[in-house]
C-alpha cells in the first residue's frame, strides 16, 4: 500500500506547519543577539503532562467480602469499602448482591465520587415482615465522571443519595442480607478513584486540521487491557463536552478492532472510504504515548497496512508513538524554539534560552511596536511570533504590526476599552471589551492620552486595574488572520464579571477568570462554530476549586493552565491546574511578593512579572529567580 494521501485536511495543516517553520526561521534570528538561555521544562511532558508511569501508586485492594451476621447497613458499609476493587470484573462488589443481580449489574463507566467513607450517612428502614430493607447513602458530592470519562467537580453542598434495596437471603428471618437492587454505576471515594484511576488525553483536531487537541479523561488502571480501552475510547471519538469543538479522523460510528501485542499494538479500521490516514495514526500516536509499555504501532486500514516512511519504526508499517513524525500536528501548537517577551523602558523587548543563573544581552523587536512609537499597556505575540498586538494606553484602541523593521502599525479596534489579547495557532486575535458605560470609558481614555502625552509610561511597574466590569458588560471579538472582525457569542457568562480571557493555542478552548460577589472562579469553556461562520465560547466548567483570589492565568500547554492565586487564604503564589479537572492545583515554586502575571508555554520555565518591575523565572517549580529588569513577560499566544 502507498504511502498516506493528503486530503484538503491536511493541505490546511499546512498553514500551521509553514508558521512553526517561520517561527523557527524569526528564532534564529532573534536569537543571535540574545544571551539569555533558558533550560528544561518545568514539568515533564511534552503536548501533556501525563506521569511517565500512570501505574505508579496503583495499590491492589484486598477486599475482606460480606461478613457474617451483619445488618443491612453493615452490609452496604462493607460494599462501598469493597467497591474500590476492580479485579475480576468487580468481583468483591458482585459478592455482597443476589446472584440475579450480580449477573445483570453492569457498571457503565460512570463513577459518582464522594469524600470520606467514614462521613458517609447511612439510613436504614426494615420492612414490617423483617425480609426487606432499604439503606440510603448520603454523602457530599464531591465530583463525577461519566460514562465517556470526563471528570468534573461538584458545586459546594452537592448532596450524594443513593438507595440500595437489600432482601435475605432465601426468605429467611435468619439468611444473610444481600443487595437485590441498586444503580447501575460506581460510588467510589476520593480516596479510592486516587488509587485507581488516572488522568489520560485522547487526541483529536481543532477544525482547521492545525494542531491536536488533548480530551482528558479518567480511566481506571487497576485491570488489563488499559491500552485496548483507551484506543477504543479513542476511536468512539471526543468526550460530549469537547465534541462540539473538535474533529476527529475516525468517522462517526465506525469501530476498530484494536490487539495488543508485547510491545505493538495493532488498530484495524473497517468499512470506511475515503480517510486521512495520517491524521487517524497521529491521534493514536499522540494517545499511545502515554502508555510507556506500547513502543510500535500499526495501523491498517480496510485491510491494508498503511506504511509511514521515516516515523521511526522498525518497519514502515510499524511507526513509533514517540517519533517525531508527528510533531507537525503537536498539541503544543508552538515551535520548540520560541522566544519570551517583555516590556523595558516603553519598549518591548524578547529573548531566548532563559536560565535562572545566566542572564545576558536580549534584542529590542524589529518593528514599531517594539521600537515604542505606539505606547502599549497590553500586548501578546502571534504564536508564529511574526505579528504584535497591543492596547494602547488607556485601553481605546487595539493596533498590529509586524515585528520587522520598516512595519507599520494597523489599527483594527478602536472606540471602545479593550482589556485582553491572545492569540491561536490559526493566526487569529481575540480580544475582550468591557462595555458597561462606554461614556465613561471614553472620557478616561481621553484623561489616560491626555497624561501619556505629559507623563513617561513605567511598563515596569504595573498599576491596579481597578474593579471587576459589571456581570454582562464585557464583549469578545475575533479577528480572523489578525482583522476580519467577529463578534463572539459570551452569553453563558452573562452573570459574572469577565476579568481575563486566554484562548487556547490551538484555538479550541478559553480559560477565563470571573468574579460574582467579589469572589474569583477559574473556568475554561469550548469554542464553537457553525456553519453560518457565527462563533460562541461557552459551556464553561470550574477548574481549581481550591485556588482563591485567583488574579492572571496563561496556557502551559494544552492540558494545564499557569494561575496565580492562592489556597485557603494563604500567600498569593503560582500554581499549575490540569484541565482533567481531578489533579489538584500544584505549587509553583516559593511564593515571590508582588506577582501580577505569569505566562507559560510547553518545554519552557514559567516566567512572572512582578510590581517592583522585575521578572522572575522557575525551571524546577521549587525556586523563582530574579532575572532582568522589565515588566509584562509573555510567550507567544
Not at 461519566?146 to 439468611?175: I, N
Not at 479593550?418 to 495557532?425: G, K
Not at 515554586?589 to 507559560?600: D, K, Q
Request: with cysteine; aromatic share 6%; charged share 25%.
Amino acid at each position: 500500500m502507498s504511502a498516506p494521501t493528503r486530503t484538503p485536511r491536511a493541505a490546511r495543516r499546512g498553514r500551521a506547519v509553514r508558521a512553526l517553520v517561520a517561527a523557527s526561521a524569526a528564532c534564529a534570528v532573534l536569537a543571535s543577539c540574545a544571551t539569555v538561555p533558558m533550560t528544561g521544562p518545568v514539568v515533564p511532558g511534552d503536548g501533556g503532562d501525563t506521569p511517565s508511569d500512570p501505574y505508579g501508586g496503583y495499590v491492589r485492594l484486598l477486599p475482606a467480602g460480606p461478613q457474617e451476621g451483619v445488618g443491612p447497613e453493615g452490609l452496604v458499609g462493607g460494599f462501598l469499602k469493597d467497591m474500590g476493587s476492580f479485579e475480576e470484573d468487580h468481583k468483591a462488589a458482585r459478592s455482597y448482591m443476589f446472584p440475579s443481580l450480580s449477573e445483570e449489574w453492569s457498571p457503565d463507566g460512570s463513577v459518582r465520587v464522594f469524600g470520606d467513607l467514614d462521613a458517609v450517612g447511612l439510613d436504614t428502614e426494615v420492612g414490617a415482615d423483617g425480609l426487606t430493607a432499604t439503606v440510603r447513602m448520603r454523602s457530599s458530592l464531591m465530583a463525577t465522571i461519566d460514562d465517556g470519562g470526563k471528570y468534573v467537580q461538584s458545586d459546594a453542598g452537592h448532596l450524594l443519595e443513593v438507595p440500595f434495596e437489600l432482601a435475605r437471603e432465601g426468605g429467611d428471618p435468619e439468611g444473610e442480607w444481600r443487595i437485590q437492587d441498586m444503580p447501575d454505576e460506581l460510588i467510589l471515594s476520593q480516596l479510592d478513584v486516587e488509587r485507581t484511576h488516572r488522568p489520560f488525553n485522547l487526541y483529536y483536531f481543532n477544525p482547521e486540521g492545525t494542531a491536536l487537541v488533548p480530551d482528558p479523561v479518567y480511566l481506571p488502571v487497576s485491570n488489563d487491557e488499559l491500552a485496548e480501552r483507551l484506543l477504543n475510547k479513542l476511536v468512539a471519538g471526543p468526550t460530549d463536552w469537547l465534541a462540539p469543538a473538535v474533529d476527529s479522523a475516525f468517522p462517526e460510528g465506525v469501530g476498530a478492532d484494536v490487539e495488543i501485542d508485547a510491545e505493538t499494538a495493532i488498530i484495524r479500521v473497517d468499512g470506511v472510504g475515503q480517510v486521512d490516514e495520517f491524521e487517524m495514526a497521529a491521534q493514536i500516536a499522540w494517545t499511545l504515548r502515554q502508555l510507556p509499555e506500547v513502543e510500535e504501532f500499526t495501523l491498517v486500514v480496510n485491510g491494508d497496512e498503511v506504511p509511514f516512511p521515516d516515523s521511526g519504526g522498525d518497519s514502515n508499517d510499524r511507526p513509533r508513538p514517540a517519533s517525531e513524525f508527528w510533531s507537525s500536528v503537536s498539541p503544543n501548537a508552538i515551535s520548540a524554539g520560541i522566544h519570551a517577551y517583555f516590556t523595558h523602558d516603553g519598549q518591548l523587548w524578547s529573548a531566548a534560552d532563559w536560565a535562572s543563573d545566566t542572564i545576558g544581552d536580549a534584542e529590542r523587536v524589529p518593528g514599531p511596536l517594539g521600537a515604542g512609537d505606539v505606547q502599549l499597556e497590553n500586548f501578546a505575540v502571534s504564536v508564529d511570533e511574526s505579528t504584535i498586538a497591543g492596547i494602547t494606553v488607556g485601553g481605546g484602541e487595539v493596533v498590529t504590526a509586524f515585528a520587522s523593521p520598516g512595519a507599520e502599525v494597523s489599527e483594527v479596534l478602536s472606540d471602545g476599552v479593550f482589556t485582553s489579547l491572545s492569540w491561536d495557532v490559526n493566526g487569529d486575535l481575540w480580544v475582550t471589551e468591557q462595555t458597561s458605560d462606554p461614556e465613561e470609558a471614553e472620557e478616561d481614555s481621553a484623561d489616560e492620552d491626555e497624561r501619556a502625552e505629559d507623563e513617561p509610561v513605567d511598563e515596569e511597574t504595573p498599576t491596579d486595574d481597578g474593579p471587576a466590569p459589571e456581570p454582562g458588560t464585557t464583549d469578545l471579538w475575533l479577528l480572523r488572520d489578525g482583522d476580519e472582525v467577529v463578534s463572539v457569542d459570551l452569553s453563558d457568562l452573562r452573570d459574572r464579571s469577565l476579568v481575563n480571557f486566554q484562548i487556547s493555542r490551538d484555538g479550541t478552548r478559553a480559560a477565563v477568570i470571573t468574579e460574582v460577589d467579589g469572589e474569583t472562579s477559574l473556568q475554561v469553556g469550548r469554542v464553537v462554530s457553525d456553519s453560518d461562520g457565527r462563533v460562541s465560547v461557552g459551556s464553561f466548567i470550574t477548574l481549581g476549586r481550591e485556588l482563591d483570589e485567583i488574579t492572571d492565568i496563561s496556557w502551559r500547554s494544552g492540558d494545564q493552565l499557569a494561575v496565580l492565586g492562592n489556597r485557603e487564604g494563604g500567600t498569593g503564589q503560582a500554581f499549575l491546574v490540569s484541565l482533567d479537572g481531578g489533579t489538584p492545583a500544584a505549587s509553583a515554586g516559593t511564593p515571590v511578593p508582588g506577582m501580577v502575571n505569569i505566562s507559560g508555554a510547553p518545554g519552557q520555565p514559567l516566567i512572572a512579572g512582578s510590581d517592583d518591575g522585575n521578572i522572575w523565572i522557575t525551571t524546577d517549580r521549587l525556586n523563582w529567580q530574579s532575572a532582568v529588569e522589565g515588566g509584562s513577560p509573555t510567550f507567544p499566544g
